[in-house]
């Protein structure tokens, strides 16, 4: 069953003129990891009040740059983030703390085979939505999940359980 989403800190990180830049963290309704979600949210600036949202599933892997943070050394695909929020576009990207791959592994052989990582990942990314439906400027008809490489994937399979989701961006090559 559905809970509301319990907001546990936000903080704005950056401003800009076209968005504003927070660090959120919540408690998901699902139990894996505590439930406890952190993440990257971008709110751009005017527009309408209903805005287009993107749900980034790019993992942990230089998340700081996809906004242009210039404190951390790695450009990670020409800042697409801070463009997305730039043209108009709400951006989430949760925090994985894990890299896909390594973290699978470690959960196959903590329970004996019985998980994968898509049963971490997907209630992961479905609390991520959950989220997404209670801020009052996202525009609930429309939230697209985008993923490139590994987090593509990701997002082919959280579109195809999360019906929330009505877009998807898939790139894998």
């Known amino acids: ?15 800009t003129p076209a968005y504003t830049l927070e660090w959120v963290r919540f408690q998901g309704r699902f139990s894996g990891n505590n439930g406890i979600i952190g993440g990257y949210l971008a709110t751009p600036i005017g527009g309408p009040n209903q805005k287009p949202t993107v749900l980034s599933m790019m ?3 230089d998340m700081n740059a996809s906004f242009g943070i210039t404190n951390f050394p790695y450009p990670y695909l020409n800042a697409y983030g ?3 929020a730039r043209q ?8 994985i703390m ?6 699978g592994a470690i959960l196959q052989a903590r329970t004996n085979h019985q998980k994968n990582i898509w049963q971490f990942l997907l209630p992961f990314y479905m ?4 989220f997404l439906m209670e801020q009052p400027n996202v ?5 697209a999940a985008y993923g490139l490489s590994y987090g593509g994937v990701a997002a082919l399979y959280a579109t195809a359980f999360d019906p929330r989701i009505s877009e998807l961006i898939y790139s894998n090559p």
Do not use: A, C, H
């Open 1 to 15: 069953p559905y809970q509301p989403v319990k907001l546990l800190d936000r903080k704005v990180i950056m401003n």
């Open 59 to 61: 993992g942990y892997e």
């Open 82 to 84: 801070d463009y997305l």
């Open 88 to 95: 108009g576009y709400i951006v989430f990207m949760p925090y």
């Open 98 to 103: 894990y890299p896909f791959d390594g973290w």
């Open 127 to 130: 609390s991520s939505v959950d």
């Open 139 to 143: 525009d609930t008809s429309r939230i």
